[in-house]
């Protein structure tokens, strides 16, 4: 029999929940009737098929917020697993229990430490000063249409501006406590139409190939360096992630050549800057193109101040490693928070098996996890 804390319980049953992006499958009920119990105020902002919860405590500031998401990718082929990935096996090692499956690290781990955090804090200090509270979606490995965003407009309306986000991504990377996540690089996505002349293979001297103009655009936008990265963020980065183009038949040259490409980028540069370079190496290689781009997110970074601090000599306490800051890795969700004007931080455990298979986590860290939520609380509030 594997003795469970109230934060591994709680994460075990929101892995039991097949909580596909945008379809929350009832993780939220689970943890808003926890944080109900615990005299947390708690709205639902649903949009587009995408579940919202915001829960908050105590008024005014400062106020604290933690930022998850109830959804996960897609597991795949389940039979690649080892273990049912909606399962929830429980692996005991002995010195620690394994918890298996889709989200454990990304981030329904996080989730259950956050939920109990808040809960153990407001019971333990319940006239403590400023607003903590938490908010989740079911929309944050897809577009964020309905999600994040939409939440952010009501905060905007009720003037409830956090002071500090923290997200609960997973950012460590060899050992629990190691990374914390200052910023995230910004990222803008390019959708690119090269355009040629369709024809037989037979006549090439009638045709001008598309894909061909489009393999020489690909590597002057790959060979480009785009800048040297800065004090906190490094060098942006360019990469093709789809390309499309022919009529599927061998004997066609293609007319046209579609390219979709992303950026992600230091405060260095921007979508004009990026858009102004693009244009000049169309321009050099002769090349027809339509071109549309996509802000995803802003850079953004927390330099210093309280939050970091405190978070900091938190994880010493409860870990006793030294966590360096970092800026690398994909977007979160706390790209939403940032402009509002908030110190965003993200931390949480290893990120490790993130959209694998068999993805799972230390239950001993969520345990941990949960302790340095609960001393930054106290240290903040």
């Given at each position: 029999m594997i003795?469970?804390?109230?934060?591994?319980?709680?994460?075990q049953a929101l892995i039991q929940r097949a909580s596909v992006t945008p379809d929350?499958?009832?993780?939220?009920?689970?943890?808003?009737?926890?944080?109900?119990?615990?005299?947390?105020?708690?709205?639902?902002?649903?949009?587009?098929?995408?579940?919202n919860l915001l829960a908050l405590h105590g008024a005014a500031s400062p106020f604290l917020l933690f930022l998850g998401h109830t959804d996960v990718v897609p597991a795949g082929n389940t039979e690649e697993w080892t273990y049912d990935p909606f399962d929830g096996f429980l692996e005991?090692?002995?010195?620690?229990?394994?918890?298996?499956?889709?989200?454990?690290?990304?981030m329904k781990g996080s989730d259950a430490a956050m939920c109990m955090a808040l809960c153990q804090f407001v019971v333990q200090n319940p006239n403590h000063k400023g607003t903590v509270g938490l908010l989740l979606t079911s929309n944050e490995e897809g577009?964020?249409?309905?999600?994040?965003?939409?939440?952010?407009?009501?905060?905007?309306?009720?003037?409830?501006?956090p002071d500090y986000c923290i997200v609960g991504e997973?950012?460590?990377?060899?050992?629990?406590?190691?990374?914390?996540?200052?910023?995230?690089?910004?990222?803008?996505?390019?959708?690119?139409?090269?355009?040629?002349?369709?024809?037989?293979?037979?006549?090439?001297?009638?045709?001008?190939?598309?894909?061909?103009?489009?393999?020489?655009?690909?590597?002057?936008?790959?060979?480009?360096?785009?800048?040297?990265?800065?004090?906190?963020?490094?060098?942006?980065?360019?990469?093709?992630?789809?390309?499309?183009?022919?009529?599927?038949?061998?004997?066609v040259v293609p007319g046209s050549c579609y390219i979709m490409c992303n950026w992600r980028y230091s405060d260095l540069l921007n979508k004009e800057l990026i858009e102004r370079k693009v244009t000049s190496i169309v321009k050099d290689l002769k090349l027809d193109c339509d071109i549309r781009y996509v802000v995803n997110g802003l850079p953004?970074?927390?330099?210093?101040?309280?939050?970091?601090?405190?978070?900091?000599?938190?994880?010493?306490?409860?870990?006793?490693?030294?966590?360096?800051?970092?800026?690398?890795?994909?977007?979160s969700d706390g790209r939403f928070i940032a402009p509002l004007g908030t110190k965003v931080v993200e931390f949480g455990p290893l990120?490790?098996?993130?959209?694998?298979?068999?993805?799972?986590?230390?239950?001993?860290?969520?345990?941990?996890?949960?302790d340095i939520f609960v001393t930054t609380l106290e240290k903040l509030f």
């Open positions: 003795n469970l804390t109230k934060t591994q319980k709680l994460a929350d499958k009832g993780c939220q009920d689970i943890i808003e009737d926890l944080l109900k119990k615990a005299s947390f105020n708690t709205v639902r902002l649903n949009s587009n098929g995408v579940t005991d090692l002995g010195d620690d229990v394994i918890l298996h499956g889709r989200g454990t690290q990304d577009d964020a249409v309905g999600g994040t965003p939409f939440v952010v407009e009501y905060l905007k309306e009720h003037n409830l501006i997973p950012s460590c990377s060899k050992e629990f406590g190691d990374t914390i996540k200052n910023g995230r690089r910004g990222s803008i996505t390019a959708h690119i139409t090269v355009k040629g002349v369709q024809g037989h293979v037979a006549y090439p001297d009638r045709c001008d190939n598309a894909a061909h103009h489009a393999g020489a655009l690909i590597k002057a936008l790959s060979e480009t360096q785009w800048d040297e990265g800065s004090q906190f963020f490094p060098k942006s980065s360019f990469q093709v992630t789809n390309i499309s183009c022919g009529t599927g038949a061998e004997n953004f970074v927390t330099k210093g101040g309280e939050l970091l601090d405190v978070l900091k000599e938190a994880i010493s306490l409860h870990t006793k490693v030294n966590p360096s800051l970092s800026t690398a890795g994909g977007t990120s490790t098996h993130i959209h694998k298979v068999n993805e799972a986590v230390s239950l001993n860290s969520l345990e941990k996890l949960k």
